[in-house]
């Protein structure tokens, strides 16, 4: 049975007016975007297999087939103090992207988070008059209704589209900005997540996830805290066993080392890349830094604490500047601490290991901190985010995707069934 072209595409045209097949040109610059990122390049591409899709991104990207001048997420740095350290570095690698956008002329440039450089690229972008007929379209907003608010009027001048991942934002742009085309596709979390059944048999030991943050120096800075937790707890839980999970190789590596030099070969850690489903999902609690994994959890229904700690000097300026009281999309979510966070002074193993005690003893807390997540996770919309997502892009360059294509990702907008969730597919 052939699926139709949607109707917002079916008077599009099927490519370039100089003959050539589309080019999509896109950047994302920290593992959660890449993740993102390859499963938009994956839908574009089941749209249109003759779309090219360049820019830069991580190994993900560059696996789903995009063109990559670099890995920019292996300059993956949050913080004030932290991104003028890398300045220099980061300055060139802008240099080089943008050279790249003007030799490549794109039909659009679509910025996936890591709003410090995107959208500072945009601005740039704007300027070039050879780009002049270049869409720019931003998915998954700066989450400038926390913090930044004044970046919406910038965004509004720079950008062609704008696609949101929390049903809150399109109001919130709307009010704001309401020059800004935005639509809301949903979150891509769940375009990675599959229906669980429920685990079989008693198991004897409990796992507890140390999720310590993506970028290099997140791991630097919490798993050495993580490692003391882990000892703490296994002095008040004798059966507990801790599985850590990494992005990818290097980073797994980075994290052997800060094992051994923290002393911590004695622990029953078990180590894997990627947050896959028999592993994360196994799991009774996660310890985790702030980020999109606090959301993986709660779409698995994995009670989790959640921690950050940045440079002092970054953090006083953070105070001053972010307006919501939490750090966890759960809690900002649910407009209520739903999941308990310790944040920079109040994070130390001491305090994270009694947290995480009292936790595995009470199955009623468990069980409300699993209601409030629920509460959160059914507003997150239905799988097909990536797709939307896609669709919005090939609309905005006037490019219909194939007929053929259409039916092979019409089962991607399908929404996934009630019930406990699982990850399908390695999370950053």
Known sequence: MSVPVPESLAKSVSARADGRPPVVFLIAGEPSGDGHGAELVNALRRFRPDLRCIGTGGPRMRAAGQEQLFDLTDHAVVGFVEVLKHYPTLRDLFGRLLALAKEEQPDAVVFIDYPGFNLRFAKALRKIKALKATKLVYYISPQVWAWKSGRAKTMAKILDLLLVIFPFEKDWFAERVPKL????????????????????????????ALLPGSREGEIRKHLPILIETARDLMGRHPNLRFVWMSPDLERQRLGQRILLECGGGDIPIESYVGYQLSHLSRCDLALLASGTVSLECACMDVPQIVFYKVNPLTYFIGRMVVKVPYVSMVNVLADREVVPEFIQSDLSPALLSARASELLKDAVQQEEMRKGMRRVVERLGKAGASVRAAEAVLREIGVAPLPVAAEAVAAKSSPPPAGKASLSAPLA
Not at 185 to 204: A, L, S, Y
């Open 181 to 208: 085309r935005t639509e809301w596709v949903g979150h891509p979390i769940w375009d990675r997540i599959q229906p669980k059944g429920e685990e079989t048999g008693n198991r004897i030991e409990r796992r507890v």
